[in-house]
């Protein structure tokens, strides 16, 4: 009878373990979706921003001019990527989410981006650091 005692014991000892467990990873989950809002916001603005100042139509070149003009670090491929900032993930499979104002240009099928190529879209893009 007591070795049933005590491992009744270990059972409530395990399952408030494990309560815990969820609470605290509950809280951090509510925590992180909280911050992911006010980055959220603090991002649109930002995008809203080049939305405003550089107008659709305006050629790669511009485009990188206005950037450097503004001492903005950026990466330049096929899109012109503008970092704005870090999102937390769910803590589960992804930790973290980068957030760039992605430049767009031209026609896509093309080989290279030239440049002249025109800016088509400004928008917000997320890649996930994930399992």
Do not use: M
């Given at each position: 009878m007591a070795g049933m005692?005590?491992?009744?014991?270990?059972i409530l000892g395990l399952i408030g373990i494990a309560l815990c467990v969820v609470l605290l990873w509950g809280a951090h989950?509510?925590?992180?979706l909280r911050i992911g809002k006010e980055k959220q916001s603090i991002f649109q603005v930002q995008l809203e921003a080049y939305q405003r100042d550089v107008p659709l139509g305006t050629p790669r070149t511009e485009?990188?001019?206005?950037?450097?003009?503004?001492?903005?670090?950026?990466?330049?491929?096929?899109?012109?990527?503008?970092?704005?900032g870090e999102m937390p993930g769910d803590g589960f499979a992804c930790d973290r989410w980068m957030?760039?104002?992605?430049?767009?240009?031209?026609?896509?099928?093309?080989?290279?981006?030239?440049?002249?190529?025109?800016?088509?879209?400004?928008?917000?893009?997320?890649?996930g650091h994930c399992l």
């Open positions: 005692h005590c491992s009744v014991k270990q989950f509510h925590r992180n485009v990188k001019d206005f950037l450097n003009n503004h001492k903005t670090s950026y990466a330049d491929g096929r899109d012109i990527l503008v970092k704005l957030v760039s104002a992605k430049f767009e240009f031209g026609d896509a099928s093309a080989s290279s981006p030239g440049p002249q190529d025109a800016l088509t879209a400004i928008s917000l893009q997320e890649i």
